[in-house]
């Protein structure tokens, strides 16, 4: 990005979220609260979606520019972090190509996220994995938001098949179930704001204003060719949960 690429993407559009958000939220008791804690806070109540849109919003956009950086750290160095993407990934080419690939085929904007979704089981020791998440428009990656995590692209989707992703969401008899559709799954669904289900320490922002002044209509791939050359992976690698670091992964020790 240029200085004005910059502007756009940035401040402009990050002053233009927060002045709203301020607006919404102005002599409520919530008016200090971090835009992360009100798009969770708001998720599921549609009396309050501007609230959520806009902190949802200012939220995913200060963690995409957040890892960007003129004079980035590499990944090497961050080698404990290297090991444990290496371990999920097979390869940080494969990680690479799978972030940009997804980004690449959005039809629409919102955001492709890296993050390591933890669980805890009865005994309280953590294990988790890297996933690669999506989200549209405003949606969160927060697994407390629950509903508008808008994890399927609408523009590819009919009522049918939204509703039959909304009723795997919903399993009624776990009995024998793995993951999202066991009950701990479901429980973990359920976290207040500030739980720590699913943590995300990267994004990329596939919203056209963000690239259209310096890549153009059609430069879509060549900013995410040059996003991956300018993330700072040791703004990463501090977002990043100690479990993750420590390869703990599946339960596994290192």
């Avoid at 399993?171 to 179930?177: I, L, M």
């Avoid at 919203?207 to 990463?236: C, F, P, R, S």
Wanted: hydrophobic content about 40%; glycine content about 8%; aromatic content about 12%.
């Amino acid at each position: 990005m240029d200085n004005k690429g910059y502007d756009i993407a940035w401040t402009q559009y990050q002053t233009l979220l927060i002045r709203k958000l301020n607006e919404l939220t102005a002599g409520e008791p919530i008016e200090n609260m971090r835009p992360k804690d009100l798009a969770i806070m708001f998720a599921r109540d549609p009396m309050n979606a501007s609230v959520f849109n806009y902190a949802s919003a200012a939220h995913n956009n200060h963690k995409f520019f957040e890892t960007l950086s003129p004079s980035p750290s590499p990944l090497e160095r961050q080698p404990a972090l290297m090991r444990s993407l290496e371990k999920t990934f097979g390869s940080i080419e494969t990680l690479r190509a799978t972030m940009l690939d997804t980004a690449a085929a959005m039809f629409g904007p919102g955001y492709v996220w890296l993050v390591w979704a933890r669980n805890a089981d009865r005994n309280n020791s953590r294990m988790g994995r890297w996933r690669i998440l999506t989200t549209y428009l405003a949606g969160t990656p927060y697994a407390e938001a629950g509903y508008r995590a808008q994890g399927i692209d609408m523009a590819n989707n009919n009522t049918t098949s939204y509703q039959e992703y909304l009723r795997s969401q919903q399993v009624a008899n776990t009995a024998g179930a793995f993951g999202n559709f066991s009950a701990s799954g479901r429980e973990e669904a359920k976290l207040p704001p500030g739980g720590t289900s699913v943590m995300p320490v990267l994004c990329v922002s596939t919203w056209e204003h963000t690239y259209m002044y310096n890549y153009g209509v059609i430069g879509k791939q060549a900013y995410l060719n040059d996003w991956w050359n300018v993330i700072d992976w040791g703004v990463v690698e501090a977002s990043a949960p100690t479990e993750a670091k420590e390869m703990r992964e599946f339960g596994w020790s290192g």
